[in-house]
Nanobody, 125 residues
Framework: QVQLVESGGGLVQAGGSLTLSCVAS????????MGWFRQAPGKERDIVTA????????YYADSVKGRFTISRDNAKNMVYLQMNSLKPEDTAVYYC??????????????????WGQGTQVTVSS
């Protein structure tokens, strides 16, 4: 099992930026695709972005495309989410997730094995 810990959340004004980080530890072996999800109050948890093990393939939800950037540093077991031009509707708890994979080039929108505890992002208008 992989342990994931997110950091970097907080309160920011609309139009501002935040960078979330996620560090993985534990039984890390093989390849892991990574994703960021978010859950706003009263809503389901939705995928925001995903990245392949190699980092060469990424996915972004339409709502964040052009504003958010996912990246990873496998040597450090880290994945990042750079969030720019934040909007009040981006307010949510953001979760980092890992999925074991046999492919270094695929990202995934579901089927994640391990989850972090989440970090709160609040965007004020």
């Amino acid at each position: 099992q992989v342990q994931l810990v997110e950091s970097g959340g907080g309160l920011v004004q609309a139009g501002g930026s935040l960078t979330l980080s996620c560090v993985a530890s534990g039984r890390i072996f093989g390849w892991y695709a990574m994703g960021w999800f978010r859950q706003a109050p009263g809503k389901e948890r939705d995928i925001v972005t995903a990245i392949s093990w190699s980092g060469g393939a990424t996915y972004y939800a339409d709502s964040v495309k052009g504003r958010f950037t996912i990246s990873r540093d496998n040597a450090k077991n880290m994945v990042y989410l750079q969030m720019n031009s934040l909007k009040p509707e981006d307010t949510a708890v953001y979760y980092c997730a890992a999925r074991r994979t046999s492919s270094s080039s695929n990202y995934y929108l579901s089927g994640y094995d391990d989850w972090g505890q989440g970090t709160q992002v609040t965007v004020s208008s």
